[in-house]
């Protein structure tokens, strides 16, 4: 007999450890390839982390109440990936919720829709059971929620806007040694201004980085980024220098933001530390170098992508 939503039961508290381990939801996930290899991959609409942590929190739960709720929403089940997280310790429980996501698509709209529903349901029915005594597995669920930018009013989820253009990070996740920058931008724009200042930086330095490998151009590892990209853009033929006039102002407009967000970086980033009595970072500062960066990076992809598709 399946069950309601008012029928679950309460989950193991703090004693659960999230995170601990790779369930088949993440092993679905793009790897990590070799460095600056350009790959192409799906963007997930549900980022890893909120899906990990939904699924420990199923450690107190029992199977027929796991198997109503996403049965009854829909979902497919893959057994193999049920057995995959049970020989890795993960409890009965976890492991039957881990072989109901595995079959979801998260890069598809209805698939993350059907997630963010069971994930709503499950959070309402948890929530009113945990009371006044916070437990550490919602605890990590709804910090994950909140950083993939997802509000909780304690009956649905709905998403925030985007701290950064929605185009350009879903463009520049489609590689995999840039989409951990992009994720790292967003997932730090207002917890951590400092740390996506940084990331900002950086995310330009592997775009150019991956560009001059898949063009076999030579860089020194001790290259400052506005060195990078000085090298970059002459091996894609948008170095100033290259163009007339018209078009020299816009690319060397490129170049100035590039040389900006590295001395922004050393400012206001957390690579080397706060200065006593300095300036610290704000939302407003990372989300400038969040979008100053993901244009920068954006257009240095498609120029390469354009010229390797004319040859």
Not at 259 to 272: P, T
């Amino acid at each position: 007999m399946r069950t309601s939503k008012q029928d679950f039961v309460t989950p193991s508290g703090p004693t659960l450890n999230a995170f601990n381990d790779t369930s088949s939801v993440a092993a679905r996930l793009p790897g990590q390839g070799r460095p600056h290899t350009v790959a192409k991959v799906a963007r997930d609409l549900v980022p890893r982390p909120v899906a990990e942590a939904f699924i420990d929190c199923f450690g107190g739960t029992i199977l027929r109440e796991v198997d109503a709720l996403f049965e009854d929403l829909g979902f497919g089940f893959d057994a193999a990936a049920e057995d995959a997280a049970q020989q890795r310790g993960r409890g009965a429980r976890r492991s039957r919720a881990a072989g109901y996501l595995a079959s979801a698509d998260l890069s598809l709209p209805r698939d993350t829709d059907r997630l963010l529903k069971a994930i709503s349901l499950s959070l309402a029915e948890w929530e009113r059971q945990e009371g006044d005594q916070e437990w550490g597995d919602l605890k990590r669920l709804r910090r994950n929620l909140d950083l993939a930018g997802f509000d909780w009013d304690g009956n649905a989820l709905a998403r925030r806007s985007a701290a950064v253009p929605a185009p350009f990070a879903e463009r520049l996740s489609d590689l995999e040694d840039v989409k951990r920058e992009v994720d790292r931008i967003l997932e730090a724009v207002d917890r951590d201004p400092a740390d996506a200042i940084t990331a900002a930086r950086a995310l330009v330095e592997t775009a150019c980085k991956t560009v001059l490998d898949e063009l076999a151009q030579a860089f020194d590892d001790r290259d400052d980024v506005p060195t990078l990209y000085k090298k970059t853009a002459v091996a894609l033929r948008i170095d100033p220098t290259q163009h007339e006039v018209i078009y020299r102002q816009v690319l060397q407009g490129l170049a100035s933001s590039v040389q900006g967000l590295a001395e922004l970086r050393n400012k206001l980033g957390d690579a080397h530390g706060p200065r006593r009595g300095g300036h610290r970072a704000q939302p407003r500062h990372a989300r400038m170098a969040a979008g100053a960066a993901m244009t920068v990076a954006t257009f240095l992809i498609e120029t390469l992508e354009e010229r390797r598709g004319s040859t």
